[in-house]
């Protein structure tokens, strides 16, 4: 067969070019589901560019495109053929850098959904203790709650024995165990339709509201501020998160507007629930260790200034981090 080089060069060269952009999407965001038109897309490509290879394959005048063809050949033919999960199970770096914080911002719209009701929550709180001061015993979770905070305030900062020696270990346990039950429990009740989950996250923000309120209603704003960030800065926006992943199952069992089968359904957002729980996991872990071993400190031991200060900064970090982390450079 007699080939016209510079036109066949010029013909398939715009097929490789495409080719080789969608093998880095690929690469470059592992953690991606692609479409089934990108899969047929790169298959085509894949097929494209092998025939092509072997019509190049005669030729001696273009050793470096035979080259480069060759290699492109051998990144389709792993990318369709590899098993990656073999691969992605080693990769933790590129799961924290890029699949956690890229999987998060693909369901924001589900997490701001949380935060809205939490915050519906919190508000509710806040009104019922006003109104009636009595509802305290009713909406406080814990007996330690049920007390004046003055006085709770005044034993915490006047204590000589360290409450916390030889039991941090095993309360940081105890604290992790509950709260990723909690979390978990949000989190599965998405298959109520989500009207659980939002029953969760509404009285998590009522509780949350009253105390609040309480502590403030005391003037005891500095040591609520001081017990509260360093851990809830994590802790709180891991229970949102753990919801938010109740929220897309919720969304995946109703299929507002689609004609996909529910089980297709859920198999497609399975891996991104599977993300954010663990991310969700990391965030109790930490909280659990800052609880224990600083939040449960007060003043004089630790100024709550400095307590606030890094609470804040733990916020912020995170803020960072699911916003911008993984983010595609222009």
């Known amino acids: 067969m007699i080939l016209d080089l510079p036109r066949f060069l010029a013909a398939e060269r715009p097929y490789w070019t495409e080719l080789e952009a969608a093998l880095d999407r690929v690469e470059g965001e592992p ?28 030729f001696s005048s273009e050793p470096e495109t035979r080259r480069y063809l060759e290699s492109l050949v051998a990144r389709a033919y792993a990318e369709i053929h590899e098993t990656r999960e073999a691969r992605r199970r080693v990769n933790v770096w590129r799961w924290l850098a890029r699949e956690l914080p890229q999987t998060f911002r693909r369901h924001v719209r589900a997490f701001w959904l949380a935060v809205a009701i939490t915050l519906a929550g919190a508000a509710f709180g806040v009104l019922a203790l006003r109104i009636d001061p009595e509802a305290k015993s009713v909406i406080m979770p814990f007996k330690g709650l049920m007390g004046s905070p003055s006085e709770r305030v005044a034993r915490e900062e006047h204590a000589k024995v360290d409450k916390m020696r030889g ?20 989190l599965a009740l998405g298959m109520t339709w989500g009207v ?11 509780t949350l509201g009253a105390v609040s309120a309480d502590y403030v209603q005391s003037g005891q704003s500095s ?85 606030i200060a890094f609470g804040a900064v733990e916020l912020v970090a995170l803020a960072v981090y699911l916003g911008r982390s993984g983010a595609s450079t222009p």
């Open 196 to 206: 659980g989950t939002i029953l969760v996250l509404f009285y998590n923000g009522v």
């Open 31 to 58: 953690g991606r589901r692609p479409t089934l038109a990108e899969i047929k897309t790169l298959h085509y490509l894949y097929q494209r560019a092998s025939a092509d290879l072997a019509k190049f394959a005669t």
């Open 167 to 186: 039991v941090k270990t095993t309360f940081a346990a105890e604290l992790m165990t509950h709260n990723t039950q909690v979390a978990i429990t949000t």
């Open 223 to 307: 040591f609520l501020m001081g017990w509260l960030m360093p851990h809830g800065a994590a802790e709180i926006p891991a229970i949102l998160i753990a919801s938010q992943a109740g929220l897309i199952l919720a969304g995946a069992l109703i299929g507002w507007g689609t004609s996909v089968s529910r089980g297709e359904r859920l198999r497609a957002v399975s891996r991104d629930v599977l993300t954010l729980v663990l991310g969700m996991a990391l965030l109790l872990v930490w909280a659990g260790i800052v609880e224990s071993f600083f939040s449960q400190y007060h003043e004089p031991v630790v100024p709550y200034a400095l307590k």
